[in-house]
């Protein structure tokens, strides 16, 4: 809305909901002086009000729509970068694990023997591991039945 100063020089555009229903005292910024500004009319105010609500939704509806394009680019960057390293620690620690336990197995199962005659519990463990391996020698002597002849 647009007030007058008191002194009547001056224009002033105020939002309407800084006045309020009720009028307040406001203070000419050039002259100093202070008046009892009356509100707007009911019905201005109302019009200055929905245009005032319009244009906060406004506001808001182009910070939605700004945001996502935001979120969506950042989300693209950020996590896929995160996850590659955390990826890459587990596959080293899980290989590293592997080989460890594969060499200790392949140890033990050469020294069997000496491990059964000192723990004998681990008998059963041993004659599966056993059967295993036999049936590893089965399958890969299979897979190399099918490839020698190529050889010959
Ligand atoms: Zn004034």
Same mark, same amino acid.
Not at 3 to 17: G, L, S
Not at 60 to 68: G, H, T, V
Not at 88 to 116: C, G, H, P
């Given at each position: ?85 955390? &990826?890459?620690?587990?596959?080293? !620690? ?5 080989? $460890?336990?594969?060499? #200790? %197995?392949?140890?033990? =199962? &050469?020294?069997?023997?000496?491990? !059964? ?5 681990? $008998?059963?463990?041993? #004659? %599966?591991?056993?059967? =295993? ?20």
């Amino acid at each position: 809305m647009i007030i007058d100063c008191a002194c009547k020089k001056y224009k002033f555009a105020v939002k309407a909901e800084e006045i309020g229903i009720n009028g307040r005292v406001v203070q000419c910024g050039v002259c100093d002086q202070k008046w009892f500004q009356e509100p707007a009319s009911t019905e201005e105010f109302k019009v200055l009000k929905d245009n005032y609500i319009k244009e906060e939704e406004e506001k808001i509806k182009k910070a939605k729509a700004q945001k996502p394009i935001k979120e969506k680019s950042d989300k693209n960057y950020v996590p896929v970068k995160y996850e590659k390293t955390i &990826e890459k620690d587990y596959t080293k !620690i899980f290989l590293t694990i592997l080989v $460890i336990s594969v060499i #200790s %197995l392949a140890f033990s =199962f &050469e020294n069997r023997e000496y491990i !059964i005659s000192k723990n004998p519990e681990l $008998i059963d463990f041993f #004659s %599966l591991l056993e059967e =295993f391996v036999e049936y590893l020698k089965k399958y890969y002597s299979d897979i190399i039945d099918v490839l020698t002849p190529k050889q010959n």
